[in-house]
Nanobody, 123 residues
Framework: QLQLVESGGGLVQPGGSLRLSCEPS????????IGWFRQAPGKEREGVSCISTRGGITKYSDSVKGRFIISRDNAKNTVYLQMNSLKPEDTGVYYC????????????????WGQGTQVTVSS
C-alpha cells in the first residue's frame, strides 16, 4: 500500500516559520499531484495548498496565500510546504496526499494520505 510520511511540524510562536516535508514510502512522487491539508480540532479537514506533477501549477487557499509556499524536488522525491508568518489559526494536523491527474484542493480527489504532523502556533 502506498504511504506518505510528513515531517517538520512542531511548536512555533506567532510570526514564526516552519517547513514541512512529505516523502513517500516505497514509491516515487514524480507521477502524482500532491496536496497539503490541515485539520484543526473540531473542524473539517481543509485544503491548504497543492502542486502539479512537475511543479508548474500551484494553488493556495485564501487563508494562506502570500504566506505559504509549496514546492517539490522530484530528484529528492520530496514535496515541501514552507510556512511563514504563522498565526494561531494555522494550528492543526497537517497532512500530505497524492493523486493522479490534475492538482486540486478538493480532499476527496486524493487517493493516498499520510498520518499527519502537528503544527502548533502559540506564544
Amino acid at each position: 500500500q502506498l504511504q506518505l510520511v510528513e515531517s517538520g511540524g512542531g511548536l512555533v510562536q506567532p510570526g514564526g516559520s516552519l517547513r514541512l516535508s512529505c516523502e513517500p514510502s516505497r514509491f516515487t512522487l514524480n507521477n502524482y499531484a500532491i496536496g497539503w491539508f490541515r485539520q484543526a480540532p473540531g473542524k473539517e479537514r481543509e485544503g491548504v495548498s497543492c502542486i502539479s506533477t512537475r511543479g508548474g501549477i500551484t494553488k493556495y487557499s485564501d487563508s494562506v496565500k502570500g504566506r505559504f509556499i509549496i514546492s517539490r524536488d522530484n530528484a529528492k522525491n520530496t514535496v515541501y510546504l514552507q510556512m511563514n508568518s504563522l498565526k494561531p489559526e494555522d494550528t492543526g494536523v497537517y497532512y500530505c496526499a497524492a493523486k493522479f491527474g490534475t492538482t486540486t484542493l478538493i480532499k476527496t480527489s486524493y487517493n493516498y494520505w499520510g498520518q499527519g504532523t502537528q503544527v502548533t502556533v502559540s506564544s
